[in-house]
């Protein structure tokens, strides 16, 4: 079965790049009818940020991507629970597993006990900057005694556990994005895999988490392939079988740069609070470093089970281009089911108009603009309009061919005529048709009644048509405000 797992630290919040990797991830299991993992990795104590792993879950139940096994939220989600049979997966709750496999290490003699000093590392560090030499452990410890070691113990002495990397020979593998790699195993120096604090460190803890829950292919970003060779030493010092492995490409700011926060935003939340829908930001990212070969570029993500693939991904830096999510989630603002719409302007509208006791229909309202806007907030901005009569000065409602007096000559006459008009006989088809014959039979030119009827009811230049407006406002609030714009005048 195939296995995939999104392994998130809970530092803080979830970047797109980590979106990225997690729909991946995602993809190639839900392609191949197999299990999406996600598991915690949460052993640096440094770096526990509260609340980080219910936020990074949150933002993932947002995007839409169901993990089947591991860490997921309660169907009430306020609680955490987890699923599946090889558990826990949150790592702080799997210190005894680590242990036991670092003892197993060090009785085999693959891993060491290190009583080094900060100082020690420190001094040593500066020693190899100043010879230009490669910064990294020099092995001091490696070869300490057993008895010296229980002294040291028994001693009460600080100390880490290193793994004994090879000091010759090639670690290589097949990645499944970049091909073959290969890497010298005397430049890579004896990495720490049990800390002080009796955490396990990353390296060791994914490997064995990746071994213990099956997982088949490991796939995250680029920044963690120098991190593999040490992994695959580690499967060999266990006598495993790896997974394979697919590193992603960096994100990059359009300027060529590692995307960064200084450079716009990066966490998904906040895609989320501008009123991003969550199928235009997965599209968008899915896009980040894959294409499908073909001009489609809308793809649910039903369709992005279907069609993608690892051998699509590129091994070139992809630019996170901002117009590009714009454009996306234009593109589905256009075909957003109409009451999905409304349950996601509803509350926004809510907060920012005082919408309650209003007698529009919500969904007419929000359909005034949504194929102008790029984003929720956007959209739910414009229909200020909708809800409160905006200041506007009188000169805005003469059309370029009228004047002042003609202007408002034709508004009042505009206004008794739309007065005959019953509210049944007040909807957008209606008012055209009947206007329409109107403005001809008084000969005035649709411009000169048009313009100043959309302005009178839009209180803007800019807005949508004046039929649609009508309507929306209804017979007694166009009325009244097609009345104050002649009283502007
Ligand atoms: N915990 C690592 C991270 O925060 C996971 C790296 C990996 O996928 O192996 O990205």
Not at 33 to 61: K, M, P, Q, Y
Not at 361 to 384: D, F, P
Request: charged share 30%.
């Amino acid at each position: 079965m195939i296995k995939t797992r999104f392994a998130p630290s809970p530092t803080g919040y979830l970047h797109v790049g980590g979106l990225r990797t997690a729909l991946y991830a995602y993809l190639i299991a839900k392609k191949n009818n197999g299990n999406f993992i996600l598991r915690i990795e949460d052993t640096d104590r440094e770096r526990f940020v509260e609340g980080a792993t219910e936020n990074l879950l949150r933002s993932l139940a947002w995007a839409g991507i169901k993990p089947d096994e591991g860490v997921i939220f309660s169907e009430d989600k306020k609680r955490i629970e987890q699923i599946g049979k090889n558990g826990p997966y949150i790592q702080s709750e799997r210190l005894e597993i680590y242990k036991k496999y670092v003892d197993q290490l060090i009785s085999e003699e693959k891993a060491y006990y290190c009583f080094c000093s900060k100082e020690r590392l420190e001094e040593l560090r500066k020693i190899q900057e100043v010879n230009k030499q490669p910064t990294g452990y020099d092995g001091y410890c490696r070869n300490l005694s057993l008895e010296e070691v229980k002294k040291r113990i028994a001693n009460n002495e600080k100390y880490v556990i290193r793994m004994k990397m090879p000091r010759e020979g090639i670690t290589k593998f097949t990645d499944l994005i970049r091909g073959e790699i290969e890497f010298k195993n005397e430049l890579i120096d004896d990495q720490v895999i049990f800390k002080a604090d009796g955490f396990p460190t990353y390296h060791l803890a994914v490997v064995i988490d990746d071994h213990l829950m099956e997982i088949t292919q490991v796939i995250r970003g680029e920044e963690w392939l120098s991190s593999t060779p040490k992994h695959l030493v580690l499967y060999k010092m266990f006598g495993w079988q790896p997974p394979q492995f697919a590193h992603l490409p960096l994100l990059l700011n359009p300027d060529k740069s590692k995307l960064s926060k200084r450079q716009g935003d990066v966490a998904v939340e906040d895609y989320r609070d501008k009123g991003y829908l969550p199928e235009a930001l997965l599209n968008f990212v899915a896009f980040l470093g894959w294409n499908p070969g073909t001009e489609k570029e809308i793809f649910s993500l039903a369709e992005l089970i279907q069609n993608f693939s690892l051998e699509r991904v590129n091994k070139a830096g992809a630019v996170f281009n901002l117009d590009k999510l714009n454009w996306y989630n234009k593109e589905y603002l256009k075909i957003i089911d109409e009451k999905r719409l409304l349950d996601l302007c509803g509350p926004l509208l809510e907060e920012k108009y005082s919408i309650s006791n209003s007698q529009f229909s919500i969904s007419k309202v929000i359909a005034l603009e949504k194929e102008r806007a790029t984003t929720l907030l956007e959209l739910v901005k414009n229909l200020r309009f909708i809800f409160e009569d905006l200041p506007y000065e009188s000169d805005v409602l003469v059309w370029k061919k009228d004047n002042q007096e003609g202007t408002k000559n034709k508004l009042q006459e505009l206004y008794n005529y739309l007065n005959t008009l019953s509210v049944q006989e007040w909807t957008k088809d209606n008012l055209d048709k009947k206007v329409g014959e109107w403005i001809k039979e008084k000969d005035y030119g649709v411009g000169n009644v048009l313009w100043p009827m959309r302005v009178a009811l839009a209180g803007q230049k800019n807005s949508p048509g004046p039929y649609e407006i009508a309507e929306v406002l209804g017979r007694e609030k166009s009325l009244e405000r097609i009345n104050k714009a002649i009283k502007k005048l």
